[in-house]
Structures are given as C-alpha cells and as structure tokens.
C-alpha cells in the first residue's frame, strides 16, 4: 500500500488535486452562485427555518412542560404522606 504522498505524485493523484482545487477555487464550474440574484430566496428559505425551527422548540417546550407537571403530581409522595399534606393545607 503506497503513502498518501506517493498517491499524489503520481499523474491520477495530480489530477485529483487539481480538480479539487478546481471546485475550491470556483473554476470551471457549469455556473457560479450569484449572491445578489439569490438574496431574496435565501431570506426567504432563512425565514421559513427559523418558523420551522421556533415551532419545534414550542413543542418541546410544551412536552417539557408536560412531562414536568406529571412529574410534580402526588403520585410520586407515598400515600401516608398525602394526608398528611391534605391535612397540613
């Protein structure tokens, strides 16, 4: 098995490097992203996420609550102490 650097020395091995450092540097690409024709888009595409993203986290937010409030009931306090409690209030 030959080293990552004898790979890349031979003529395949450059040929990847250069292709790679093609898409790195944006040469020879079918098209380049304009960033001013796709502005409106990408607003857009960010709101609609953070829509998506504020809707979980009320659910989760919710199913904490939930699971909170059950955790809170008199079920966890054993059944002596419960009237005990009753009494107290």
């Not at 890349?8 to 040469?27: H, R």
């Not at 939930?66 to 009753?86: C, G, H, N, V, Y």
Request: without cysteine; aromatic residues 6%.
């Amino acid at each position: 098995m030959a080293s990552l650097d004898e790979e890349g020395d031979n003529a395949i091995g450059q040929k990847v490097k250069d292709m790679y450092y093609e898409i790195i540097n944006g040469k020879g690409g079918k098209r380049s992203y304009e960033e001013e024709a796709n502005e409106a888009d990408e607003k857009k595409h960010v709101k609609k996420l953070n829509k998506r993203r504020a809707k979980e986290l009320r659910k989760q937010q919710k199913k904490l609550q939930d699971e909170m409030a059950k955790a809170d009931s008199d079920d966890d306090i054993p059944f002596f102490m419960q009237d005990t409690l009753s009494a107290l209030q």
